[in-house]
């Protein structure tokens, strides 16, 4: 049972377009999402995060948008340049155990087409 | 930002040794720890919690006595594969949390490689 889905497993955008990444969520106990980065054979790095008191944060070429009643948020790279070329985590942290097990979604590998 | 070392990086070893992989916070004091495994083109696996100067909590279906968590300061913690098997060889990350804060910051890996 899946809490957070990423049903996009690959997704392929020109150089300069905008990349948009999708993630479902089931809990809408939910109270806060993180977006992390990951290039093969290294750890996930930290992207961007929101707030389930916002709908929308963003920083510099990244963007979440979040949809609580749909439950669905998304990230928005503008413009997208080779380097994002990446796997791409939803990830939310479950209220009841205080932040301390966060669930991963499967990932969306984006490949930036110069 | 806050960085997590993870050492070795890579390591490569004959079935039946054991592998102990560190995991440090370099800047700043981790109350608690993660450990993860990655499978090839998969999510990442919650392995184990750790908090430090307390036993691990080891997610269902994992092993305790064969994944050994020590979690013997507020910058360190160590994941010991014991007795691996070519079935254990896989990219083994951990992650560090501080106090008040819910971002997860990563180690950079350890792949490994059981024959």
């Known amino acids: 049972d899946q809490q957070v889905k990423q049903n996009s497993p690959s997704l392929s955008v020109q150089e300069g377009r905008i990349s948009i990444l999708n993630c479902d969520y089931t809990?809408?106990?939910?109270?806060?999402f993180l977006w992390y980065k990951k290039y093969p054979a290294e750890g996930p790095t930290f992207l961007i995060s929101?707030?389930?008191?916002?709908d929308k944060n963003e920083d510099g070429r990244f963007t979440v948008f979040l949809n609580k009643s749909a439950k669905h948020l998304s990230l928005h790279i503008v413009p997208s340049q080779p380097g994002d070329s990446a796997v791409y985590f939803c990830?939310?942290?479950?209220?009841?155990?205080?932040?301390?097990?966060?669930?991963f979604g499967p990932g969306t590998s984006l490949s930036v087409i110069p | 930002g806050a960085v997590v070392s993870q050492h070795p990086s890579r390591v490569i070893c004959k079935s039946g040794t054991s592998v102990k992989i560190e995991c440090r916070s370099l800047?700043?004091?981790?109350?608690?720890m993660f450990w993860y495994r990655q499978f090839p083109k998969q999510s990442l696996m919650l392995m184990a919690t750790?908090?430090?100067?307390?036993?691990?909590?080891?997610e269902q279906g994992v092993e305790k006595d064969k994944f050994l968590i020590n979690h013997a300061s507020l910058t360190l913690s160590t994941l010991t594969v014991t007795s691996a098997h070519p079935e254990d060889s896989s990219f083994y990350i951990c992650?560090?949390?501080?106090?008040?804060?819910?971002?997860?910051?990563f180690g950079p890996g350890t792949r490994l490689l059981v024959l």
């Open positions: 992650s560090a949390r501080i106090a008040g804060d819910e971002t997860q910051y």
């Open positions: 809990n809408s106990m939910f109270d806060y």
């Open positions: 929101i707030s389930s008191i916002k």
């Open positions: 990830a939310a942290p479950p209220v009841e155990t205080s932040y301390d097990k966060v669930i």
């Open positions: 800047d700043f004091q981790a109350t608690t």
């Open positions: 750790s908090n430090e100067g307390s036993k691990a909590t080891y």
